[in-house]
């Protein structure tokens, strides 16, 4: 099953805020709905969004071919639909690089992109695991943070995609997905995901992962990224810091793994990155509420980086 795909003129995706009390198909046919799916998070994660936004220009190119002023708008209005993840702008922009060569051409790019982040999934999920074996022995106990399975990518994910691998493999002892508060996206969609696959699991609350870690019921962080610096600093949903100043004081490793199209050396650091500030509203009815929906963990606190192409591992001096 596919997150995201193009499908009879429009874009298909699994809407991922009714999960996992339902499965339900949204087929989106213009721009505003695509943007509209984006905000919500029904589609979500970086390499997902990078599908999302080149699909949303191939929509944009088809209703506004003879309207070039429409069509630019469409395309500022995808690629900024959300800012934290690298994926989206790029994927909208190598999208409308394909825009004078007109609307199949822009699909048929599209569909490349989709078709990459497939093969990219493919190759870090070996990749990864191997790693992970290689740092951690073959009966790793892992935790892992939001969600990196097939939902945030097209299929089989990013770091929930080495850990399927590792149960295929038959090496892995134990995982942890931690919640992902305010919207759940361990809870929900990880969970989810992980019982598709028939993977055993627990759900902890976020705040217990550097607590777990401590007491030496996991022996590596695993998760994904929505951004990394030419610095190697790691943007990714809120409370991946916490789990990598655990991972740290635990002596444990602390895996990332992303695939190259969100590896962004036109940044250099974290503290250069627009964190999404999703608003008060999701996280509490009862008070006032800050609510920063990523944060950026130091390279100093990373291991090793596992992407499509390379293991960089950022522990021995070595830079995305
Ligand atoms: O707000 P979300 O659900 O889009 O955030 C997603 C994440 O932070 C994922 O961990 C990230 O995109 C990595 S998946 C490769």
């Known amino acids: 099953m596919r997150t ?17 009390g339902e499965l339900r198909v949204l087929r989106l046919h213009t721009v505003g709905e695509l943007i509209a799916a984006i905000q919500s998070l029904a589609v979500r994660g970086a390499p997902a969004l990078g599908v999302a936004g080149a699909f949303g220009v191939a929509l944009a190119a088809r209703v506004h071919a003879d309207d070039p002023g429409a069509l630019d708008n469409a395309v500022r209005r995808i690629e900024t639909a959300r800012p934290t993840a690298v994926n989206l702008a790029r994927g909208a922009q190598r999208a409308a690089a394909l825009l004078p060569l007109g609307p199949d051409a822009v699909l048929a790019g599209a569909c490349a992109i989709r078709d990459e ?55 892995l002892a134990g995982v942890i997905a931690s919640e992902t508060r ?55 949903k809120i409370g991946t810091y916490s789990h990598a100043l655990g991972a740290r004081r635990a002596g444990i490793p602390f895996i990332v793994v992303a695939p190259e199209s ?22 509490t009815a009862w008070s006032d509420a800050v609510n920063p929906a990523f944060d ?9 980086i596992v992407t499509d192409r390379r293991v960089i591992r950022i522990d021995r001096g070595e830079k995305p």
């Open 182 to 236: 305010p919207l759940l996206q361990g809870a929900r969609l990880t969970s989810w995901e992980l019982s598709r696959w028939g993977v055993e699991h627990r759900v902890a609350v976020d705040s217990a992962g550097p607590f777990l870690m401590a007491r030496g019921e996991v022996d590596a962080v695993i998760l994904g990224a929505d951004r990394i610096c030419a610095d190697g600093d790691v943007i990714n």
């Open 296 to 304: 950026v963990t130091p390279h100093d606190l990373v291991t090793a």
């Open 117 to 171: 982040e497939i093969a990219a999934s493919e190759s870090m999920a070996s990749r990864g695991a191997d790693l992970v074996v290689e740092l951690c022995g073959d009966r790793p106990r892992l935790l892992t943070h939001c969600n990196t399975g097939g939902l945030c990518t097209v299929t089989v994910g990013t770091a929930l995609g080495v850990v399927g691998e590792l149960h295929r493999r038959g090496g």
């Open 4 to 20: 995201i795909d193009w499908v009879d003129g429009a874009v298909e995706i699994i809407d991922q805020t009714v999960l996992p």
């Open 262 to 283: 969100t590896v962004d050396l036109a940044t250099p650091t974290g503290a250069h990155v627009e964190i999404e500030d999703r608003g008060a509203a999701e996280v």
